[in-house]
Every structure is written in C-alpha cells, then in structure tokens.
C-alpha cells in the first residue's frame, strides 16, 4: 500500500505498539489503587505526561489527557465561554476551522452566542489584523487552529494570541494545534494561547489519546467529565494507560529524530510538487511558505476528486479527497478559496510521513498522470 494519507491519521511504529503491549498485558493496575502497582502506575502516568508536555513546552500539571483532539477542542470552547460567561457571547474564529471547532462553535450558537468567522486569503492564509479588528469587549473566546489540515497553512496563532492580551486582556484564546504539533516550531508556554488542543494519532501515536493544554491563567476550568477525580479533578475517568504510554512513546521517538524527519517530509513536499507540476491541468493548491511540510493539496482541475480518490484506492494508493473528515462532501475550507468550480471538485490531499519515499510519489503521480490520460474530465 502507498500511504499518503498522514494528516487523516498514521501508523503506529512498533516501539509505540510494544510499549502499549506490555501496559496492557503487565502494568495494568488503576493509577488509583492505593497499592504498589498502582502507585507506580501513578508514577508512570507522570512521566509521560512530562514527556508530552516537554514536547508542547508547557508545564506538566497544565497538561490533561484527553480521548482525542476533537475532545480537546469541545473541551476549550466550553470551559472559555463558561469561564467569560460575564464578560460576554461572542466568539471570533475562522472560516477554514476544523468540523470539531466549527460544529462546537455551532452548539454555542444555538445557546445565544454570536459567532464571527473571518475568511482566509485567496490563498488559505489568515490575517491576524484582521481577526483582532472583528475581536469586541464581549468577545469571551477567540480560537484560531495552528495548522489548516486541508491545505497545510500555519496560521499567525501566537501573534495573535499576544496582540489579543493588549486589546482585551480577559479574552481568551485557543488554537487547535492537532496539525501543527511536532510538524512546526510551537511553545504553547511562549505563545500566548490559553488552550491548545493536540491529538496522537498524528504523530504516529493511537488513535482514542490527546491533550489539552490549559494556561495557569485559566486556573481552575470547568471539569470537563465530573466523576472521580482523575485528570487533577477536571477530566475524570480511570487513565487510558496504554493509550498515554503510546503517545508518550511517540512523542520520544518523534522528538529524538525531529528536524531529520521534518527536513525528509519537507523534501517529500518539494519532490511531490516538482513531480506532479508536470501533469497537464494540474493545479498546487497549497501554499509554499507559512506551510506545514506535510501537507499537499493539489487539483487536477475538471476530474472530480472523488473518482481520483476511488481510482488510486483501486491501485492501492491512499490520498484524501480534502479532509478526510467530509466523506466526499465539498469541504468548508475548499469553498473559502474562491477556486474556479472546475478546480473545487478537484481538489485532493496528500499527506506525508516520515515513511514517506519518493518512491511513493513517483507511483503516485504516475497513477495520476493516467487518470489524467485515460479518464474524461466531467466538469
Ligand atoms: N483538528 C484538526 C485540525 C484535525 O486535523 C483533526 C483530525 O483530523 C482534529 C482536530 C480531530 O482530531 P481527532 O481525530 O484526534 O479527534
């Protein structure tokens, strides 16, 4: 198989899949129990915890495990609103949000909130100024993600999260960082954020564990589950142990590693781009600076996404047709480009690893070269 699909999720190495192995079979006790083997199971949540907090640069008791990055996500939204319920109901964040910002942002509509969402630039980008004009007195959150996981722009998080302290001091800000963490330089300590949400399955990680940073400033949020106490009182249930030492483990692997792996993906991206320019009606949609290197976005304008998707599936060739999270519908965050409409049905994503070869893009863009051949387009 020809995985090129690293921003939907990734494999898990086999040190990650050990390592939880031997949690659950061996070190399964509740980190709650009040005997040995729980204690040191208590001891071992905190060192990976550490581990991942180290890699997010922010203190370990500010980080809370998660079952995800969409968690996350829900989780900040809420816990700001509840925290500024006096200051005010209105939201500002951005057009080209993942569906679990979007559809949170949603539900806090439906309980009275004003949302504002700011477009992107023809080119995906965001402008901070631009988000911190729409902020107001009553703006209780503003939430703009790291890393667009469609097209793979780094969005000015930091700079507007500072600016935003001068502006309106008790607005709280949040960034879903689940595409940009070990993919970009970030501090969540130096940058200024009150939450950052991240996910493991991206970064080679399980699916089912995040974490959500969460500022000293916030001081106590709102729990996000009540129940026994677990997560310093704020997310309670028994830890997913196995789950939080595959994270941990791939944090350490990814981070020991990092700047070899992401000048790899960085090469993958110029070579993917190089390889796949020179297919006729092809057009590169992701942009080349400000970029996550992970993340391609491309259109071969006039054949519909869905029918490269399934013609590549049929070679064994993974890549996204837009986010992985629309199912084939057009995405929210294709429609903001203002594309020409042959160009938005075309649009397909791929995404890399550090598994990635460029022989993987040389099967690819050949299978792509042949759909273009072979296929009428029919838009
Ligand atoms: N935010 C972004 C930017 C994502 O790309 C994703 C997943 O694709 C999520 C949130 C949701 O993360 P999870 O799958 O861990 O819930």
Not at 43 to 68: G, H, N, Y
Not at 78 to 94: D, F, K, P
Not at 252 to 261: F, H, I, P, S, Y
Request: hydrophobic fraction near 40%; include cysteine.
């Amino acid at each position: 198989m020809i995985y090129l699909d690293h921003a939907a999720t990734t494999p898990v190495p086999q040190a990650v899949a050990d390592t939880m192995y031997e949690v659950l079979r061996n070190q399964y006790a509740n980190p709650s129990a009040q005997y040995k083997a729980g204690d040191d199971m208590r001891k071992q949540v905190a060192q990976w915890r550490e581990t991942v907090a180290a890699a997010l640069d922010c203190p370990p008791e500010r980080l809370f495990f998660t079952s995800c990055g969409t968690e996350g996500d829900v989780w900040a939204i809420r816990s700001a609103c509840w925290r500024n319920r006096r200051l005010g109901r209105h939201i500002v964040t951005t057009a080209v949000e993942h569906n679990a910002v979007l559809e949170t942002l949603q539900w806090m509509r439906q309980d009275g909130y004003d949302v504002t969402y700011i477009q992107p630039r023809a080119d995906g980008s965001i402008d901070a100024d631009k988000v911190l004009s729409a902020v107001r007195p009553d703006t209780a959150l503003v939430s703009v993600m790291l890393v667009n996981n469609e097209l793979g722009n780094r969005y000015p998080a930091e700079d507007i999260a500072q600016r935003l302290r001068d502006k309106n001091p008790d607005t709280l800000f949040h960034t879903d960082a689940v595409q940009g963490f070990l993919k970009v330089p970030f501090s969540a300590r130096t940058s200024g954020a009150d939450f950052v949400a991240v996910s493991a399955h991206k970064i080679g990680g399980p699916k089912g564990i995040g974490a959500l940073y969460i500022a000293e400033r916030v001081a106590n949020p709102r729990p996000l589950l009540p129940g026994g106490g677990q997560e310093s009182g704020f997310r309670s249930g028994t830890e997913a142990t196995a789950q939080i030492a595959g994270f941990a483990k791939a944090v350490e692997l990814r981070a020991a590693v990092l700047a070899d792996t992401l000048a790899h993906i960085a090469d993958i991206r110029a070579y993917a781009v190089e390889k796949l320019s020179a297919i006729p009606d092809m057009t590169i949609i992701s942009p080349n600076r400000d970029a996550a290197p992970h993340i391609l976005s491309i259109a071969l304008s006039g054949w519909p996404s869905q029918n490269i998707v399934n013609d590549l599936s049929a070679q064994d060739i993974c890549v996204s047709a837009g986010s992985a999270c629309h199912k084939g519908k057009l995405s929210h965050v294709v429609k903001a480009l203002n594309l020409p409409p042959r160009t938005q049905k075309s649009v397909i994503r791929l995404s890399f690893g550090p598994e990635t070869s460029r022989a993987d893009i040389d099967i690819c863009a050949d299978a792509l070269r042949r759909h273009h051949d072979e296929r009428f387009p029919m838009l």
